[in-house]
């Protein structure tokens, strides 16, 4: 057997027999013979190729195989490899290299020093010394990815090592996939919560990602604490409609101490402390309050400003905690919900002024027409609070977003998320809303949701602006900054080139029209939708 019959046996083993990528001259030496039981998924750029990958993976919940264009076509997914890191997604992303017999001449499409490139956005980034050693970083690079913290890892393959003589079949591992808390740690943050008079829950991601849900309800009903959702989350990690949660905080220091005041112990788990962007002055903490973070990631946890750390999954950390509880559930006062739930700034009004919609009316008309049990993937920064102030997210896993704050995540993750969705036989519908300016960034995605006829809407809330960034423009005082207006753009001829069915509402009359004609419709469909152009405050 040779290196290549080897490593496609690993790989079936493991489970990773989907291969999404867009493939290259050092490449197709590592597709070739490509088995039967093997499935490619071709994206038409390699950012929407592991945003796909990224999708498909947290929506089926295990790694996924990425297969890249050496250093080009790793540098083109370099956007999205920065958003499945901070996403803990287990990616193993590979890019083929240059025949090694030419490899100190540096000849065209070398991948000078392969390890460097993906960094610091990897676990773990290798280039076998040699060919026969290749099965065996596979092995390695799928234990360092499911390992917690979970992420991304990345292996640099020649393209003349496929066809060399293997050593022997590979040796398969099974590897944990979370990571419980020190007993004794725990029982000290336990005996806090139970001598708290004011206790807050602060949940992150990862209670998403571990499927943790119900038990963090129990936690927060156990305590009887108010529960904030962390800033900037990318997944939920609380019914929006349970008497206890409150909403998102914000993402800038001041305000965000400004929301804790009033309590004398907050417990975050699964994120980090904080997610901080616009600069607010202010201290970390309101007075009299103390901090405990609970995160699976060492590093998180040593760069926290403030708090003391426990390194535990949030799913176990929360079942440790409900059981090492002593003090009977706290009565807590009537909580008032934010409006506007997980987004970090208040929602615009709800009427529009002219004749185009205003953005929560097209929400409020998109929640009242779509199925109860839709996926909803959302990349339009401007009208965040508008959406979540509409569309309460109200069950595990049904949404999705980028923990980067880079554009061009969404529109591609939507299709991973919905092939996703196929495979596992839930078959729900999945909506991704993606602005008209971040639509741009990973356009060539929805020609793979059109290849795979994917049961998937595309709303394009159209206001012709980068309207986020004029709200920055105004924090940061920097009026008549140029380049934040995208006129001319035709979102349903885009569609339709790319084999999608394309259309366009202006009334939430049509709208609601053409939510129900798409999901009587097999693939998947862009509806483009004017909106009020408005620009948001940001805290």
């Not at 591992?173 to 004794?184: D, F, I, L, M, T």
């Not at 112990?265 to 002055?281: C, D, H, K, Q």
């Not at 103390?290 to 999954?313: N, Q, Y």
């Amino acid at each position: 057997m040779n290196v290549r019959d080897v490593t496609h046996q690993l790989l079936r083993e493991l489970g990773l027999t989907t291969v999404f990528g867009n493939p290259g001259s050092t490449e197709e030496t590592f597709l070739k013979n490509f088995p039967s039981d093997f499935r490619f998924v071709l994206a038409l750029q390699e950012a929407s190729a592991l945003a796909i990958a990224d999708g498909y993976s947290q929506g089926v919940r295990r790694p996924v195989l990425v297969n890249v264009h050496t250093a080009a076509g790793l540098g083109n997914a370099m956007g999205n490899l920065i958003t499945a890191s901070m996403n803990r997604t287990p990616l193993i992303v590979t890019a083929g290299q240059q025949t090694r017999e030419m490899l100190l001449l540096e000849p065209w499409l070398t991948n000078v020093e392969p390890e460097l490139l993906p960094r610091p956005w990897v676990k773990w980034a290798y280039q076998p010394v040699r060919a026969e050693d290749v099965p065996a970083a596979f092995m390695r690079a799928y234990a360092a990815a499911v390992q917690p913290p979970a992420g991304p890892v990345f292996l640099s393959l020649p393209l003349d090592d496929w066809e060399k003589p293997a050593i022997g079949p590979a040796v398969v591992r099974s590897c944990a996939g979370q990571v419980a808390a020190e007993p004794a740690r725990l029982r000290e943050f336990a005996s806090a919560i139970d001598r708290s008079e004011r206790p807050v829950l602060i949940y992150g991601a990862a209670v998403a990602r571990d499927q943790a849900w119900d038990v963090a309800v129990e936690l927060a009903e156990k305590v009887g604490a108010p529960v904030w959702a962390a800033p900037a989350s990318e997944r939920a990690p609380f019914p929006e409609d349970h008497p206890l949660y409150v909403g998102g905080l914000p993402f800038a220091t001041g305000p965000l101490a400004e929301r804790l005041r009033g309590h004398d112990l907050a417990v975050i788990i699964g994120a980090p402390v904080f997610r901080y962007y616009p600069y607010v002055p202010g201290p970390y903490l309101p007075d009299g309050l103390r901090l405990l973070h609970i995160t699976d990631d060492p590093g998180e946890a040593a760069r926290a400003p403030v708090g003391d750390s426990l390194v535990s999954s949030a799913g176990v950390a929360i079942e440790m905690l409900i059981g090492a509880l002593k003090r009977g559930r706290r009565e807590v006062e009537p909580l008032t919900p934010q409006e506007h739930r997980m987004a970090p700034h208040p929602p615009a009004p709800a009427t529009a002024h002219g004749d185009a919609m205003s953005a929560r009316q097209l929400f409020r008309t998109l929640r009242g027409a779509c199925a109860a049990d839709t996926v909803v993937v959302e990349e339009s920064p401007s009208n965040l609070s508008d959406l979540h102030a509409e569309w309460p997210i109200t069950s595990p896993d049904s949404f999705y977003t980028f923990a980067s704050g880079g554009l061009g995540w969404n529109l591609p993750a939507s299709v991973g998320i919905a092939l996703a969705e196929a495979d596992t036989g839930r078959h729900r519908p999945v909506l991704a809303i993606v602005g008209d300016g971040s639509f741009q960034y990973s356009v060539q995605s929805i020609w793979t949701a059109a290849q795979h006829r994917l049961d998937i809407l595309f709303v394009v809330p159209r206001n012709g602006e980068y309207a986020i960034l004029k709200s920055f423009a105004e924090l940061e005082d920097t009026p008549g900054v140029p380049g934040l207006d995208v006129p001319g753009i035709d979102f349903v001829a885009l569609a339709r080139a790319y084999g999608c069915h394309g259309v366009r509402a202006l009334t939430p009359e049509e709208v609601a029209a053409e939510v129900s004609a798409a999901r009587d419709r097999s693939g998947p469909t862009l509806l483009e939708v004017p909106i009020t152009a408005a620009v948001p405050s940001l805290l």
